[in-house]
């Protein structure tokens, strides 16, 4: 019962079989791990979309309080001119988003949503009024003062 | 055979280059996170405060300008002198901010200016009546629709208990009166009154002399709660004095002097000079284009300068 009888010896043995087991075996650990990593990946991607969408939205909010400010310290019926501009990314972890004024509620909050995945944030304004309600695809804004209301516009 | 051994692994290849793409995939998102760390650690752009920063210095430095010119009329035109100062004003702050390429800018071309008459004692130890002593109760102008910086500077020793120098203000249809006396524990104070409001006390200060800013606070120093001229008149009012006789010292009072008022001269020294009593063209307010731009910001208005003028006029 040397190695070498051994090598020779294909009794009790289907090679069909073995192969195929042999792949089988492989391909689910294989597709496990790539299961496994693509999800992971999926995941990082819809916390890190999160997280810059609640930066960019905080940014906006800043620029949207600095412009509330300035027109509340404004005398009524001066007629006025103020542009703010917002640098912000055009895309978030690869995907694109659009940001959303909502006044629908006690008080106005930005939404800052992304399509695939689909990921919104809010984010409260802490202004009484003053602002339209609208809707703009993410990427460089403007807040603008129009006819009384502050409006984020694309720049 | 070795051509089939040299296939064998190629699931395990695959799939290592398809777990290394993840890592790489992982490593670029998490390039992502880093970034959005180091955007939202970065400092706020200060332009807003900044803008509000000038358009207050412009007001105030302006409004300074204002007073100084409206006191001392050798300075020139007040006009000229405000365009000095819109021009002044923009020198500096341009220079301040050149490096960070702002603009700051006072445009002399948008000034322009709403007269007014100062009317005016200045001989402190004269009694509120009108030219030559004629008369003690008698209006200083009519058709009123604005007042600023109303200041008097009262004697406690003229003023008394019972018979009380007033200010009043005849409106349309309700009449504002200020009393300035001498209340029971001997203090100069000021009360208010009106068709609406009955007779209310608002401050009052134990001292020889006190100034009080009509249209401001009321008693300079004290906490005259509430206080506010002319808080119930909305239309054009005249001004009178009620009891000129029972108080003395000096009153500046700047009124707005561009629609139908009427400044009763007859009752004034009428020249201006080293007469103690006296009466003069002033600049009531002022308007001008303010403008603070910088890359990412934009803020031009209209400012107005009135100084000591009642926050709701």
């Known amino acids: ?155 | 055979m070795a051509d089939v051994r040299r296939d064998r692994g190629q699931l395990i290849l695959v799939t290592g280059f398809a777990l290394a793409f993840t890592l790489v995939a992982v490593v670029l998102l998490l390039n992502t996170v880093i970034y959005t760390e180091n955007i939202a650690s970065r400092g706020i752009d200060r332009s807003a405060d900044e803008a509000l920063e000038f358009r207050d210095a412009a007001i105030e430095g302006l409004g300074d300008t204002l007073i100084a010119t409206n006191h001392n009329r050798s300075d020139g035109a007040p006009v000229t002198v405000l365009n000095d100062t819109a021009k002044s004003l923009t020198e500096i702050f341009t220079r301040i901010h050149t490096e960070e390429g702002t603009v700051a800018e006072l445009d002399p071309s948008t000034l322009s200016t709403r007269p007014g008459t100062v009317l005016q004692q200045s001989d402190s130890s004269r009694e509120f009546t009108s030219e030559g002593g004629a008369a003690v109760s008698w209006d200083l102008a009519a058709d009123v629709n604005a007042t600023r910086n109303a200041r008097f500077t009262v004697h406690r020793s003229a003023l008394d208990t019972a018979t009380h120098f007033q200010v009043q203000l005849d409106g349309d249809t309700e009449t504002w009166t200020v009393h300035i006396y001498e209340d029971a524990s001997g203090n100069i104070s000021l009360a208010t009154e009106s068709s609406l409001l009955s007779f209310d006390k608002k401050c009052s200060v134990d001292a020889a002399t006190a100034e009080i800013h009509l249209t401001g606070d009321g008693i300079v120093g004290r906490d005259c709660g509430d206080y506010q001229w002319a808080a119930s008149i909305d239309s054009n009012y005249t001004i009178t004095f009620i009891n000129g006789d029972n108080a003395a010292g000096t009153y500046n009072i700047t009124i707005n002097d561009d629609g139908p008022t009427s400044v009763n001269s007859g009752a004034f020294n009428g020249a201006t000079g080293s007469s103690p009593r006296e009466i003069d063209a002033a600049v009531y307010s002022a308007t001008i284009r303010v403008r603070y731009e910088t890359p990412t910001f934009l803020y031009e208005s209209t400012v107005r300068i009135a100084p000591g003028e009642p926050d709701d006029d």
Do not use: C, K, W
């Open chain 1, 1 to 155: 019962m040397t190695d070498t009888t051994f090598r020779g010896d294909d009794r009790g043995v289907s090679t069909t079989i073995s192969y195929v087991l042999n792949l089988t075996l492989a391909a689910i650990l294989v597709s496990g791990l790539l299961f496994a990593a693509g999800s992971v990946v999926e995941n990082e991607r819809e916390s890190a979309i999160r997280e810059e969408l609640d930066v960019i939205g905080q940014r906006i909010a800043i620029s949207i309080h600095q412009a509330n400010r300035t027109v509340a310290t404004t005398p009524d019926g001066a007629a006025t001119t103020l542009r703010v501009q917002v640098d912000a990314p055009t895309r978030v972890a690869g995907s694109g988003y659009t940001v959303s004024v909502d006044t629908s509620g006690t008080e106005p909050v930005l939404h800052l949503t992304t399509e695939d995945p689909e990921v919104t944030v809010t984010v409260p304004l802490s202004i009484e009024d003053g602002i339209s309600a609208g809707s703009v695809t993410g990427g460089p804004l403007v807040v603008v003062l129009d006819g009384g209301d502050l409006e984020v516009r694309e720049q």
